[in-house]
Every structure is written in structure tokens, then in C-alpha cells.
T-cell receptor, first 115, second 111 residues
């Protein structure tokens, strides 16, 4: 099993460009998440999907959109990239959408730079 | 708003010593608690989860939870240079599936 995979690993954008970060998991998990990680600030939740067909905003959703394409895939889109979106983006998944015993497993991350 | 606080460190310990990491949280209804290890340039890796008060041991790692004091800790016994990493504390409340993360404690094990 590959676990959680993300593409691309690295990306450089110019201000105003758009792009989609892809995430897929092969663990048959119900819930998926997008985080960003900035120095000194820990992981902050952007959006999450408790189950296929549902998405909800997290702590820092502005400037992002998501799509839960199917149970395996959860994409994150930046419509008009800004330098403030320079960060490392992690996708994660967890088995249960309805339990607080919610071990999350992370993908390898995407390092995004917006010039 | 759930808040999770950790000492930012860095925490430097000699090889073979015990590293002690602390985490406090603000949401009294939090039910599950996790420790992740993150090597530089890598993704977080789950190393411990704890759900009830007391100690939970897994190899050289021990997690301790005190819900009354809203405190969770991680002990790393017989620290090795390979334990040098940032350790993230994460807390899940009783209402939803979301985790709140602390900013992490960086541990350096001196050979």
C-alpha cells in the first residue's frame, strides 16, 4: 500500500496563477484533510472532508477550494495564488468520519512557492 | 477554538538520556491525543495515541495523559540520535473529526 500520495512534490507559481494539488489514499479511509505548515505555526487545517460527498472549511480556508472527487481522492485548488500561500501543504486521511478516535496519516507534502 | 501549546525548544539531550516533552490544551471536552514525529523536510508520522488518563508505553516512548490538568506529555527513554526531530502534539475534541496541532518541540540528541 502506498498510503497517502500527493502530487506534485514541488511547485513554483507566479502571483495570480492557479493550480490544483492532488491527493489520493488507498487505505479505504472515509475522511480526508488538507493542512498547510508554516515555520513556527504548526499545522493549520484548510479544508476537510468527513466522508465522500461532503466538504467543510477548516481554520484557514480563504483563497482555497476543494473537491472530494471520490472516496480515494481529495484535491485542493488555488484559484489565484498569492505570496502568502507559500507554504508546505499536507494531505491526510483517517478511517472514521464519526469518531474522535481519529488517527490521521499524512502524505509526503507539496512545497509551494508563490513569487 | 481549540488551543494546543507546546514548548518550542529546542530541547537538547545527551544520547541515552530521557527527553520529556509537554503539551497543554484548552478544550476540556477533548477526548483523544496524539504525538507525531516530523523529521526535517518530511511529513508528520504518528508515533503515539492516548485516549484515557494514565500512561501508555510503546517501546522507548511513553505518553502520559492527565485530563483534569489538561496536560499530555511524551517521554523518550534511552534517546538516540535518530530521535532528533520535531514532535507535534495533536488534540481531537469530542465534536468533530478535526485535530488541533501545537507548534511542535524540536529535540536534538547529542551523541
Amino acid at each position: 500500500n502506498a498510503g497517502v500520495t500527493q502530487t506534485p512534490k514541488f511547485q513554483v507559481l507566479k502571483t495570480g496563477q492557479s493550480m490544483t494539488l492532488q491527493c489520493a489514499q488507498d487505505m479505504n479511509h472515509n475522511s480526508m484533510y488538507w493542512y498547510r505548515q508554516d515555520p513556527g505555526m504548526g499545522l493549520r487545517l484548510i479544508y476537510y472532508s468527513a466522508s465522500e460527498g461532503t466538504t467543510d472549511k477548516g481554520e484557514v480556508p480563504n483563497g482555497y477550494n476543494v473537491s472530494r472527487l471520490n472516496k480515494r481522492e481529495f484535491s485542493l485548488r488555488l484559484e489565484s495564488a498569492a505570496p502568502s500561500q507559500t507554504s508546505v501543504y499536507f494531505c491526510a486521511s483517517s478511517e472514521s468520519g464519526g469518531s474522535s478516535y481519529n488517527e490521521q496519516f499524512f502524505g509526503p507534502g507539496t512545497r509551494l512557492t508563490v513569487l | 477554538q481549540k488551543e494546543v501549546e507546546q514548548n518550542s525548544g529546542p530541547l537538547s539531550v545527551p544520547e541515552g538520556a530521557i527527553a520529556s516533552l509537554n503539551c497543554t490544551y484548552s478544550d476540556r471536552v477533548s477526548q483523544s491525543f496524539f504525538w507525531y514525529r516530523q523529521y526535517s523536510g518530511k511529513s508528520p508520522e504518528l508515533i503515539m495515541s492516548i485516549y484515557s488518563n494514565g500512561d501508555k508505553e510503546d517501546g522507548r516512548f511513553t505518553a502520559q495523559l492527565n485530563k483534569a490538568s489538561q496536560y499530555v506529555s511524551l517521554l523518550i527513554r534511552d534517546s538516540q540520535p535518530s530521535d532528533s526531530a520535531t514532535y507535534l502534539c495533536a488534540v481531537n475534541g469530542g465534536y468533530d473529526y478535526k485535530l488541533s496541532f501545537g507548534a511542535g518541540t524540536t529535540v536534538t540528541v547529542r551523541a
